[in-house]
Structures are given as structure tokens and as C-alpha cells.
């Protein structure tokens, strides 16, 4: 009878320890990461790619499967070459595209003294002298097409890029149906000009003629993504106003030489698309109430999108149609993506991959739930929820204010394996992520709202939401944060001068903290000349002016009174170092709690694994010691 219960005990207490195994930083940086790859010819198999990062030898591995679409397992292959076509070969198969560095520009000491190779200095005469993490250099990426008679330039010696850069691919490039032309994205402005403006257009090249045209001249915002249906029609992806990287994003499809915007009269803003088979509709994903979901809108003046999924995941990408069912990428704050068939008529779900299951399944994981709570000007504010696994609402729990990026980055059910809100939630905290202005999912209205009021409604939206969630018995109110990253990062910075005390610590990764430099060392000035309003030298704009005093960050640091730990990549040009490096000497100089986690090698992401591992690290010890 004694062994019998000390058995039942041992069973209990291992059953209850295998229940209780929670995320890891090593566990999440080495899940299983699915991408699709396409619908084969045939159209009765998805091929995926998985990649598996080697922490030890800080890379990743990446293997190819195929999936039949009308049931059977996974199966391994070495290539998909005679599975899918190839989309860079004309279909006539006569022509071959393909990209190149093009050296056009003299930057370098090399190219302007042929008698100094070993100097080390870059020479310009113009803005646009580096870019997101790279210095340009004087190369540019063009469009070639290979025949048996040689290669053709496209943009024939221009010092302008396709792919755009610097997240441009082989998207921005395609062939004619008849093979006689091809359609290219560029942004053909050069120096100064190109880093104030953000319209790019569609070009087409005749074969025949060896002439260039631009499709879309009349548009003098963002034209990108061109795609042609089964009948031949054109589609592309359209914001209209230059300047505003953020503007709603249009579908506009050309028939018979005249362009419809098919989705003008909805209040929404379109992440990506594909045609169907017939080529009569289109389906495309969106952001709406802080998930992102599929739709279908047919090609008509009149149509209006139709939701087709609802729930609370992401739709975060469109593999392709198949029958009356579309392949897609769907994520979740708990679970990392794999591949999903949806049915069309009803929006049902079907899971195709399943990389993680047995991960997952091992792991306890914190519930998340919407909240509601009302802003300061009367209007809904959703928040996402994300409890402790095994929640007790009987305990009380530090709760973390988690700020979002972009500025008008969605705050959706995505999964990140950096902010990782389970990750977070592992560790015993509730995390908050409101839903603020400025975020698309909720009208344009509200999208863009926060463009020049960066320190106005939407830091009120954050302040009502943890205030809100702080009134509940779980909440202990001595122990609340406050992190975020780039917007997220500001916001925090701004915060720390403006919480009242609510906060005992924060975390600030590449975020803005003074907008005056900010705008001196950035590269894409048509972001900071929308959100903020313009230079600060113009003494007369009273919205910049707003911005570079108000809600500049640097002009409140003698309020800050907080322990703070500040992030920051020294290869990001976006928020340059400069802001990380002043935003700690100043808090270091007031004498505050504080830390610098400089990682040299990083842009404005951390993508290295280890540095990853680092990072998770950091955050974890940093909120252990202050919170």
C-alpha cells in the first residue's frame, strides 16, 4: 500500500511539473518557422520550407516539404524546380529575368583616386547616403533579362533600384501573360528627392521596342505589388498621398484602360493580395479589431470586401486558391505560423501543418482576452490580455504596459520571437497592449489619427489601459512596467517623464528621444516630415513645433525619476544610435537606475540568434531586478 502511494505521488508530481513547463528564450528562438513556398502546378500539393536555427552554431537550417492538398503526410523533397513553375521565365519560355549590382555612382575614396586603394572614406554630394543598416555605395539593383542573344538592362545604366530596397523582392518584377513586356517596381528619384518622397510607380518595358512606360504616373504615392489575373487583367497595391508611408492601401486593378480602385468606399487598409482562379475575384488580408483576416471582393464598381474568416488569430499571409478553398499563413500570440486551407464559403479553418503541436502541447499557456475600456474621449480602446499560465485570479501579479511600434504598426495576434508576449507571460507577468490611435483595424480615421499628436490621444489611450486593468484584485499596482520598441521605444521615453509615478520600471529599445536629431540623422525624411510636420528649423509650423518641444522626449528627461533600461543597434539608421546613447548618458548623469544593451552589429531588429539570446536574457534579468 506505501509503495502504491508514494507511486500515485510521484505520478501526481510529475504529471503536475510536465503540465507546468513553460516557453524558454532557447525554446522560442528554436521553433519550427514555416513559410510557404507555393501551390504546385497541379494544384494538389502546398509546398513549405521549415527552418530550424542552431543556437550553438548561431544559424539556421532550412528544409523543403510537399503536402498533398486532398490528404497524406508531409514528405521531404530536395527541390520543388519541376513542381512549380518558374515565375522569373517568360511564359513562352524563351526569357530568363534575374537581378544584379549595377556600380553607377562614385562614392567611395577608390572610385573618385585610383592612387589611394587602401583609403576608407565615402564621399557625397546628397541625401540618401545610407539607408535602413547600409551605406550606399554607389551600386544599384537592376532588372536583366536573359535570351540566347545576351542580357538586356531593363533600367538601362539609371541609378535607381528594383527590388526596392531595402525589403523589396522578386514581387516587384513580373512577365506579361503574352511575354512580350515586363512590369517593375522603382522609385526613380535620386539623392535628396528619393528621401522625401515615398512614390514609386509601375513600369513597363516593351521587348519589342526596348521603350520604358510608367503605368502609373498619375499617383504620387506608394505603387506597388503588380499581378496579373488568369484573363489578364492587372492588379496592384496603391496608397495615394506622397510622403505618408502609413496611407490607406488601395487595390486598383486596370480593365480595359481604365483603373478601378475596388476598395475606395471601405474603411480599411489592405495588406496583401491574390487573384482567384477564374479571375474574377480578389483576395486579399486586413487588418480589423486587432486581428487580421481574410476577405474577397469581386471586380466591380460597386463591390464592397467581404469577411470571410473571423477569430482571434492573424491571417498573416495568402498561399493561393485552390478549388473553394484558399491556402493560408495563420499565427496567434501563442503559436508561431504553419499553413491552414480555409474554406470560402463558410470561412472554416483546417489546419495543414503542424511543426510546433508537439511543443505546444508540452507547454502551459497564458490565456488571452480582449478588454474593452473606455478612452478619454468616450471611444472603445481594445486591449489584448495575456495572463500567466496557470492564472490564479486569487494572486496578485506585476502587469506590464507593453507600447507598440510603427507608429501605425497593427497591434494583432501576431508572434514574435523577440517580444514574445508569452514569453513574457512564462515569467509570471499580465501583459496589456492597447490597441491605441494610430493603429489600422479600426477605420482610417483612426489609423491616422496619430500622425503629428504623437505625445496627445494615443499616450491618453495607454495611460486608460492600465489604469483600467489596474483596478482589477490580480493587478498589483507597486509593481507595473512599461516597455516598447521604435514608436514603442518613444513612448516609453515619453512616459517616463508623464506616468505620475504609476510605473516602477521601463525598457525603451531603439526608440525616439529627440526629435531634433532624430531628423537630422534618419534616412527616410518623408516618415518624420508626415508624422512630425516638418523640419525644426521652420519657426512657423506650429505642428512641428508641437513636436520638437511638446512631445520631444528631451525636453521633459529632468522629469524622469524612474529605473530604465535602453537598447539600441548600432547599424540602425531608422533611429539612429544616437538616440539610444543620449537617452542613457542622460538618465546615468541624473543619476537613475539605468542600462545600455548595445548591440553594435543590429539594425533596428535583432536577427542574429545568439545576440537573440542575449537580448531575452537581458529583458528578463532587468525586470526581475526593477519589477
Known amino acids: 500500500m506505501k509503495k502504491i502511494i508514494l507511486l500515485l505521488i510521484f505520478f501526481i508530481s510529475f504529471t503536475f511539473s510536465y503540465a507546468q513547463k513553460v516557453m524558454t528564450p532557447e525554446q522560442l528562438i528554436t521553433l519550427n518557422r514555416v513559410s510557404a513556398v507555393g501551390l504546385s502546378d497541379d494544384m494538389q500539393n502546398v509546398i513549405y520550407n521549415v527552418s530550424k536555427v542552431d543556437l550553438k552554431e548561431n544559424n539556421r537550417n532550412k528544409k523543403t516539404f510537399i503536402l498533398p492538398l486532398n490528404g497524406g503526410e508531409a514528405k521531404w523533397i530536395k527541390d520543388y524546380k519541376n513542381l512549380i513553375s518558374n515565375r522569373l521565365i517568360s511564359p513562352d519560355g524563351k526569357y530568363e529575368l534575374f537581378t544584379k549590382e549595377v556600380k553607377i555612382n562614385s562614392v567611395t575614396g577608390q572610385d573618385h583616386y585610383k592612387d589611394v586603394p587602401q583609403s576608407n572614406v565615402k564621399i557625397y554630394e546628397s541625401l540618401n547616403y545610407r539607408h535602413w543598416d547600409t551605406w550606399e555605395d554607389g551600386l544599384f539593383s537592376h532588372v536583366f533579362i536573359k535570351s540566347k542573344d545576351g542580357e538586356i538592362d531593363l533600367m538601362q545604366a539609371e541609378p535607381y533600384d528594383c527590388p526596392q530596397k531595402p525589403f523589396g523582392g522578386s514581387e516587384d518584377y513580373i512577365w506579361s501573360p503574352d511575354s512580350k513586356k515586363v512590369l517593375y517596381v522603382a522609385k526613380k528619384y535620386e539623392g535628396t528627392v528619393y528621401a522625401v518622397t515615398t512614390n514609386s510607380d509601375i513600369y513597363e518595358y516593351d521587348l519589342a521596342t526596348k521603350k520604358t512606360k510608367n503605368l502609373t504616373a498619375y499617383n504620387k504615392g506608394y505603387d506597388v505589388a503588380p499581378s496579373f489575373s488568369s484573363k489578364g487583367e492587372l492588379a496592384w497595391l496603391q496608397m495615394k498621398r506622397d510622403g505618408y508611408e502609413a496611407d490607406k492601401n488601395d487595390i486598383i486593378v486596370r480593365r480595359k484602360g481604365k483603373d478601378i480602385n475596388l476598395t475606395k468606399n471601405w474603411d480599411g487598409t489592405v495588406n496583401g493580395f491574390v487573384w482567384n482562379n477564374k479571375g474574377d475575384k480578389i483576395y486579399f488580408n486586413a487588418p480589423v479589431l486587432g486581428t487580421v483576416q481574410l476577405f474577397e471582393i469581386a471586380i466591380s464598381n460597386s463591390a464592397m470586401p467581404k469577411q470571410i474568416t473571423n477569430g482571434q488569430f492573424d491571417v498573416n499571409g495568402i498561399v493561393g486558391h485552390h478549388k473553394n478553398k484558399m491556402i493560408v499563413s495563420r499565427r496567434d500570440m501563442n503559436h508561431a505560423p504553419e499553413l491552414y486551407s480555409v474554406d470560402l464559403k463558410n470561412g472554416k479553418m ?278
Open 350 to 627: 483546417d489546419q495543414l501543418t503542424h511543426e510546433n503541436d508537439a511543443i505546444y502541447n508540452a507547454l502551459s499557456l497564458g490565456k488571452i482576452e480582449k478588454r474593452i475600456t473606455k478612452a478619454t474621449d468616450g471611444k472603445d480602446l481594445l486591449s489584448w490580455v495575456i495572463y500567466p499560465p496557470n492564472f490564479d485570479q486569487n494572486k496578485k501579479y506585476p502587469t506590464i504596459l507593453y507600447c507598440q511600434g510603427g507608429p501605425q504598426g497593427a497591434l494583432s495576434q501576431f508572434y514574435s520571437y523577440r517580444w514574445n508576449f508569452q514569453l513574457m507571460a512564462a515569467d509570471g507577468y499580465i501583459i496589456i497592449a492597447p490597441n491605441r490611435r494610430g493603429m489600422p483595424g479600426y477605420g482610417v480615421a483612426w489609423n491616422e489619427q496619430i500622425s503629428k499628436d504623437y505625445g496627445g490621444q494615443n499616450m491618453r489611450d495607454y495611460l486608460s489601459a492600465i489604469d483600467d486593468i489596474a483596478k482589477e484584485p490580480y493587478v498589483d499596482n507597486d509593481r507595473l512596467g512599461c516597455i516598447g520598441a521604435s514608436y514603442g521605444g518613444y513612448s516609453v521615453f515619453y512616459l517616463a517623464a508623464f506616468h505620475e509615478k504609476r510605473f516602477k520600471t521601463f525598457i525603451s529599445h531603439d526608440g525616439i528621444f529627440n526629435e531634433k536629431s532624430m531628423y537630422g540623422t534618419t534616412e527616410e525624411l518623408f516618415f518624420v516630415n508626415w508624422d512630425l510636420g516638418g523640419p525644426y528649423w521652420e519657426k512657423d509650423n506650429k505642428a512641428a513645433q508641437k513636436s520638437y518641444t511638446l512631445f520631444n522626449p528631451v525636453e521633459h528627461v529632468e522629469k524622469w525619476n524612474t529605473p530604465i533600461m535602453i537598447i539600441q543597434g548600432g547599424k540602425d539608421y531608422r533611429v539612429p544610435i544616437g538616440q539610444g546613447l543620449e537617452a542613457f548618458q542622460a538618465a546615468q548623469l541624473q543619476g537613475i537606475k539605468s542600462k545600455l544593451l548595445y548591440f553594435p552589429d543590429e539594425n533596428h531588429w535583432v536577427l542574429d540568434y545568439q545576440n537573440s539570446l542575449v537580448w531575452h536574457r537581458e529583458f528578463k534579468k532587468w525586470l526581475k531586478e526593477t519589477l
